[in-house]
């Protein structure tokens, strides 16, 4: 046979670039998505109920505030976005308005007040009692406030 007429097997290439291209962004994607819900954890223990009521997954974004638990060296400390508030009155009260002008702007937002499972409810209650005084300074009296537990494991609690 002559050089010319040698039969070659055909191979079959696939181009790799697009699959690499959607590998990354798949993964720039979750690692954004992680980083927006580390925001409403704040690093606390919740505490953990055996019945309890589920949100809806058509619910607004709720308003929510986390309770750290108090360390050695400082208080509870309140923090609601990027905000961190103390236990002091004045600072409560700064909370009142921030929360009064978060529910002003969105009237259909739910609180959702998350508290470290090591805060006593003498550290829970101005909390609670802030939320309360914002949804009526906000003219919502029938806002929802709603304390956030983890679910109990099978045979823990």
Known sequence: MSRLHRH??????????????????LVIFFVLVAR???????????????????????APTP???NLMAPTADTGAVIVLNDSRYSLTAASIQSLTDELTAALAARPM?????????????????????????????????????????TRAQAGSV
């Not at 696939?14 to 990354?24: K, M, R, V």
């Not at 927006?36 to 058509?58: F, K, R």
């Open 109 to 149: 937002a739910e609180i959702n007040i998350r508290a470290d499972r090591r805060s006593t409810y003498g550290d829970v209650r101005p909390v609670i009692e802030a939320a309360v005084r914002a949804a009526e300074l906000a003219h919502l009296p029938a806002a929802r406030i709603r304390l956030v537990a």
């Open 63 to 65: 308003l929510v505030l």
């Open 8 to 25: 070659q097997i055909p191979t079959l290439q696939t181009n790799l670039t697009p699959l690499i291209d959607l590998s990354f962004l």
């Open 36 to 58: 927006v819900g580390e925001v409403n954890t704040a690093g606390i223990q919740l505490p953990s109920t055996v019945n309890g009521a589920s949100i809806p997954d058509e």
